[in-house]
């Protein structure tokens, strides 16, 4: 299945800036250490952010029903600005009473 309306898909520029691409956050850093390897970084936060809008034309796997709303998965090859080509999970929610995406988090893959 597709996401609905990921051509409004909200994807916080702080999320990736200051979460997924900072290598002083407590838990993001680690996986910047990953992100970092294939060229984003928190000063090329767009470049990322364009990555994860290509990702939403995959398909989506519901994964749990929370009191907020839907979250799913799309797991998908991306290439970051390096060239290295590997497999990510990216995490999405639709909020209840939403019906759009918005981004979680992103993490290495099976065949990363």
């Not at 060229?39 to 090329?44: L, R």
Request: hydrophobic share 35%; charged share 30%; glycine share 8%.
């Amino acid at each position: 299945m597709k996401l609905p309306n990921i051509d409004k898909a909200v994807i916080s520029s702080d999320k990736l800036r200051d979460y997924l691409l900072s290598r002083s956050h407590p838990i993001g850093r680690f996986k910047a250490t990953f992100f970092n390897k294939l060229g984003f970084s928190a000063d090329n936060w767009e470049v990322m952010e364009e990555a994860l809008r290509s990702v939403l034309e995959g398909d989506a796997q519901e994964k749990d029903v929370t009191e907020y709303g839907n979250k799913y998965e799309i797991r998908r090859v991306i290439t970051g600005p390096s060239g290295l080509s590997v497999e990510i999970v990216t995490v999405w929610i639709i909020l209840k009473g939403e019906n759009h995406p918005r981004f979680i988090t992103a993490y290495p893959g099976e065949r990363s």
